[in-house]
């Protein structure tokens, strides 16, 4: 004979406070879906276009611009680098710990019709600025139009 096990619908809520709180990590701490600075996801940066060029802009806070690596491979944008620990704390003694160490890394697709080789980086305070000047073709070009003469 089968035995009936009693159903009990509130037992498998969480408490309003337990919600609350997963809630603020989700959404406050980690930012679900957005990138964390030095995480395994990615490096967030801004990539914008001028008439001449294309600028990427990142911020690298800590890291030597000698521990930062960029390479374009055709029309792929890479930026890897590593940042490390200034010093040796014992896990035990942490009151809080949110800042991260370790390699970075963020791949791009850029738009057509650059020069990689005339490309420049530069690094100010923490922010490394990528300057790719685009190719002769791809700059906009300005045609007069002239009145025909009868």
């Known amino acids: 004979m089968a035995s009936l096990i009693k159903w009990e ?3 498998d809520l969480i408490s309003l406070r337990d919600a609350m709180d997963r809630l603020f990590e989700e959404s406050f701490v980690r930012m679900r879906g ?3 600075l030095f995480g ?3 490096l967030a940066l801004d990539m914008y276009e001028t008439p001449d060029s294309v600028v990427v ?3 690298v806070p800590g890291v030597k611009p000698e521990d930062i690596e960029i390479t374009i491979t055709g029309d792929i944008l890479t930026i890897k680098g590593e940042t490390k620990a200034e010093e040796k ?3 035990a003694n942490y009151i809080r710990q949110e800042r991260r160490y370790g390699a970075f890394q963020r791949s791009v697709q850029l738009p ?3 020069v990689p080789d005339k ?3 530069t690094f100010e305070n923490g922010i490394l600025t990528l300057t790719i000047p685009k190719s002769e073709e791809a700059k906009p070009k300005t045609i007069k139009v002239e009145a025909k003469k009868k």
């Open 40 to 42: 395994a996801e990615t």
């Open 34 to 36: 957005l990138p964390t």
């Open 57 to 59: 802009k990142t911020a």
């Open 9 to 11: 619908p509130f037992s």
């Open 112 to 114: 057509g019709a650059l």
């Open 89 to 91: 704390v014992e896990k």
């Open 119 to 121: 490309a420049e980086a």
